[in-house]
């Protein structure tokens, strides 16, 4: 009996080892189960964050895109009509969002400056990539501005709903978000030269490279700035969107250049007697201007822009 009771204490012992042993592989594999998991659900998450990163870095480039190429329709429909930018705001909407400017398609039709840039394009650049990624993204109702924040830059923002889902479910995106481009002003074409000569003078907007116009009687920096019809920054002038539109309002961030009248001449268009500040000069305002010592005996400068270009010590007349 004692022998056959040694026999099953060693049975019951072996018998819960092995169950111990067993317990211990499956929780050490359950954890193992669960580490692992949990390791690939961060890593989708990571992807997808960079993912969303990468949406929040490319969205402005393609709104930057699409805003440049519209101002520069913008400048054409000008040169080929003879008529400022009307209803800027509607317009604008209208290209980004259809491919159209006053019903005229350059989407699709025979100028495609807009292939690729409209907001459609945007939709289905952003499900491609998303796609590539096992995740599916949307942006809707989309509200665009365009405006001036300072002279130099035009700047578009388009508000919107960004919506972006791994398709597993393990994660979703849902914000509103501005998209925002600033677009120089530099380098386009003036309207107000366009328009005010017929298409036979144009003028780049170029800011000026002089911070000083004048030292004492020496207006050599004033002549290059004159000869070059450089652009500075001027609160009574009006800004470049203005300028897009036919208006002379003034606004803070109004830019203004001298005109060249020489280059006008040589193209057989009559010059007026009044001051060379553009915004002026292509008004039918006749303020009361001055010549100026030691500039050419056509230019002139109004009583409001003579501290401006730093000649109230040099007006003649």
Same mark, same amino acid.
């Given at each position: 009996m004692e022998k056959i009771s040694q026999k099953n204490k060693r049975a019951v012992f072996f018998t819960t080892l092995s169950i111990v042993i067993l317990s211990l592989f499956l929780i050490s594999y359950t954890l193992y189960s669960v580490s692992k998991s949990r390791e690939a659900v961060g890593k989708r998450i990571e992807t997808l964050n960079s993912f969303v990163f990468s949406v929040e870095q490319d969205l402005p480039r393609k709104l930057y895109i699409a805003g440049f190429r519209i101002i520069f329709l913008f400048e054409n429909k000008i040169a080929e009509t003879g008529s400022y930018v009307t209803n800027l705001d509607s317009k604008f909407e209208e290209a980004f969002f259809n491919g159209t400017i006053d019903g005229e398609d350059y989407k699709t039709g025979e100028n495609q400056t807009l292939y690729g840039a409209t907001f459609s394009d945007m939709q289905e650049s952003l499900n491609e990539k998303a796609n590539s990624v096992n995740a599916y993204a949307n942006i809707t109702n989309p509200n665009l501005t365009i405006s001036q924040e300072d002279p130099w830059r035009v700047k578009v923002v388009l508000t919107t709903e960004l919506f972006i889902k791994d398709t597993g479910e393990l994660a979703s995106w849902n914000k509103t978000f501005d998209i925002v481009a600033y677009i120089p002003v530099e380098n386009f074409e003036d309207p107000l030269y @366009?328009?005010?000569?017929?298409?036979?003078? #144009?003028?780049?907007?170029?800011?000026? @490279?002089?911070?000083?116009?004048? #030292?004492? #009687?020496?207006?050599?920096?004033?002549? #290059?700035?004159?000869?070059?019809?450089?652009?500075i920054n001027n609160s009574d002038a009006p800004s470049f969107l203005n300028r897009l539109q036919g208006s002379l309002s003034p606004s803070v961030n109004g830019v203004e250049s001298l005109v060249y009248l020489p280059e006008l001449s040589a193209q057989g268009i009559a010059t007026k007697d009044k001051s060379a500040v553009d915004h002026i000069y292509f008004s039918s305002e006749t303020p009361s201007s001055h010549h100026i010592a030691g500039m050419p005996a056509w230019f002139m400068v109004d009583d409001a822009h003579l501290s401006v270009y730093q000649v109230s010590e040099l007006k003649i007349d």
């Open positions: @366009i328009l005010n000569t017929r298409g036979k003078v #144009s003028n780049k907007v170029n800011r000026t @490279i002089y911070e000083n116009f004048v #030292s004492g #009687s020496d207006v050599t920096n004033l002549t #290059s700035h004159l000869e070059n019809s450089y652009y």
